[in-house]
């Protein structure tokens, strides 16, 4: 569920600034999606799953709760990271 609100409050972001600065609307959302769920996934699978083993399956709320935020918390810092290394300097 919070991962659905930042992905939102994500492509909002990359709709305004891609209108602003006249660049393809749609490649660069569908880009930041990409980017946001990428890391997310990585986090959740690659990263925290092995990390808890057994416990990554029965857990409690607190801990779910913890494991979205992070998640989300990681992916938008990497599509923040990928509009100002990727995004802007297209626009120059």
Partial sequence: MIGGV???LICVWFYRTALRLN???LQWIVGALIVFYGIKATWMY???KPLMGGSYKYYTATAGV???VS????????????R?????KQAR
């Fill in 71 to 82: 998640g989300a918390l990681l992916g938008a810092v990497g599509a923040a990271l990928f």
């Fill in 23 to 25: 660049l393809n609307v």
């Fill in 84 to 88: 100002n290394l990727v995004m802007l």
């Fill in 46 to 48: 690659a990263i925290l």
């Fill in 6 to 8: 930042v992905s939102v």
């Fill in 66 to 68: 913890m494991m979205e």
